[in-house]
């Protein structure tokens, strides 16, 4: 029974592992319930989860969740076997290879210096399984070999249900998304409709692939709600609005924000709208964050004063200021970058207001709401979409049509590649 739970935990946490990494991968920051989300990413990004993801076809939280459902499929076998020593010696078999890629993990862990929290879960998890039965389970050796036997056509039936999802799974993050030149206010739909099907077309196979995806998810399911704007920057009618929920230390952010400036650009000024709402990643300020520990929260204070600019000419060039300071950020700076758009006395007041936390509080509800796993949260139209360049400059070339005739060649590239 004990260990059917540890293996049903680490497989289940293997699995959650995963989704943080496919947020990571679609260009958000994620926030580790129990640890600096950093160093997740720095593990994630390292040459050797890369290499075990590209040799295998499955990323490292990938291959947790085969051996959760594999530890989870011997120990029912083994209440269940005619033959019991050989399910003894499948569990022992098991049990030795978590054990080994636990020490392989920790090696690599601490060589990179970065030991993730959460990633800490699962060699506790392996650990505490490997450990009930090293010291309970006695199997004949002549029965380990048929163990592993056992042991290797369970994994392998894993492997193979979760392969197509690991291939699926990108290797890299959201590439940066060089724009053509800016065109002017007021361009004729058919100079948009020209300028996306070149765009498309030119597009390299991968990266048609994942617009194809993220075409097909944003026009799944019913429209939902859309909330009134707090403050929104570009024309109330553009036929696409997108709202960026944001930690201002998150480094995610500030190049989504980079890509926004870009879209600004390079796209006429009434073809898209863009609002800036706000996810601090401190639970010093939202409940859904991780504690940071005593002193001023940076990332509150951050969020509080974007808030107390909102209605200002120059807040979203203020957001840019902040996201550009990320490195030498502190409270004191927050304001100081703030005194060219307002007097440093007037926004210190509004920060400390009633009505600035709960507009902020307002801002971690709704994207509690979506059910956010990392920053950027990124709404268009009031869906949930992956923070990619690529689709919302092609989205906002479409005027938010997903179904525009120009993406058809996205289908045929689809077809090809099958």
Known sequence: MVLGALAFACGAWGLFLWRELLVFRAGGEVFCPL????????????????????????????????????????????????RPQWMLGALVATAAAGAMALVVLLVVSVGMGALCGDCLVTYALVGAFASVVFATTRSPAGELVRGAAVTLVMAGAAFAVLLYPGL?????????????????????????????????????????HALARALRANSAGSPPVVRPPRDLHGSSTAPVRITDFTDTLCGHCARFHEGVE??????????????????????????????RGPGVSVRCRAAL?????????????????LFRSQESLTAERVLALAAPYAEPEDLEHCMDSAATLEKLRDDIDWALEHRIRGTPLVLVNGRTVAASPTFLY?????????????FQ??????TVER
């Open 394 to 406: 092609a989205l906002i070339l479409s005027r938010g049509d997903a179904d525009h005739t120009a």
């Open 168 to 208: 699926r799974t990108p290797l890299e993050a959201v590439p940066e998304l060089v724009l053509p030149d800016p065109a002017p206010d007021g361009q004729e739909p058919e100079g948009l409709d020209v300028r996306l099907a070149s765009f498309v077309a030119a597009l390299p196979a991968a990266d048609k």
């Open 262 to 291: 870009a879209l600004k650009r390079s796209l006429p000024g009434d073809s898209f709208s863009f609002e800036e709402r706000h996810f601090p990643l401190d639970a010093a300020c939202n409940r859904a964050g991780p504690s």
């Open 305 to 321: 004063a974007r808030i107390c600019m909102e209605g200002k000419p120059n807040a979203f060039d203020y957001s840019g200021d």
């Open 35 to 82: 640890g600096d989300g950093a160093a997740c990413e720095a593990l994630w990004d390292s040459a050797f989860a890369t290499a075990v993801h590209e040799s295998t076809g499955l990323p490292i939280a990938g291959w947790g969740l085969v051996w959760g459902l594999t530890a989870l499929a011997v120990t029912v076998g083994l209440l269940r076997a005619a």
């Open 409 to 414: 060649a996205l289908t045929s590239a689809e």
